[in-house]
């Protein structure tokens, strides 16, 4: 079975960085490569939604809330997945998740709290 991991959330204050990482076992050594992993964030109260997403070709998605600001990358090698945040925002705060599509389900790590505040 397929496990995500996240790690490297924190507290900041805005303008602040931090990067997050997901690491993932489970998936066969020839397949990592093509996979795809997405970020995730929920903030208290709110619906989760889509921060970033990152292909096997390494073509990239983001947020326009986020763009700019957030750079997601990959580490085949590794098996790691990075999101790499930048000046960041208040309303950045969120529990953030790293995501893969899978099959019956879809997988999802325990996710990663974020906390800008001054």
């Known amino acids: 079975q397929v496990q995500l991991v996240e790690s490297g959330g924190g507290s900041v204050q805005p303008g602040g960085s931090l990067r997050l990482s997901c690491t993932a076992s489970g998936i066969p050594s020839d397949y990592f490569p093509l996979y795809q992993f997405g970020w995730f964030r929920q903030a208290p109260g709110k619906e989760r939604e889509g921060v970033s997403c990152?292909?096997?070709?390494?073509?990239?998605v983001y947020s326009d809330s986020v763009k700019g600001r957030f750079t997601i990358s990959r580490d085949n090698a590794k098996n790691t997945v990075y999101l790499q945040m930048t000046s960041l925002k208040l309303e950045d705060t969120a529990v953030y998740y790293c995501?893969?599509?899978?099959?019956?389900?879809?997988?999802w790590g325990q996710g990663t709290r974020v906390t800008v505040s001054s």
């Open positions: 995501y893969a599509p899978g099959w019956p389900f879809d997988y």
């Open positions: 990152i292909r096997g070709d390494e073509s990239i």
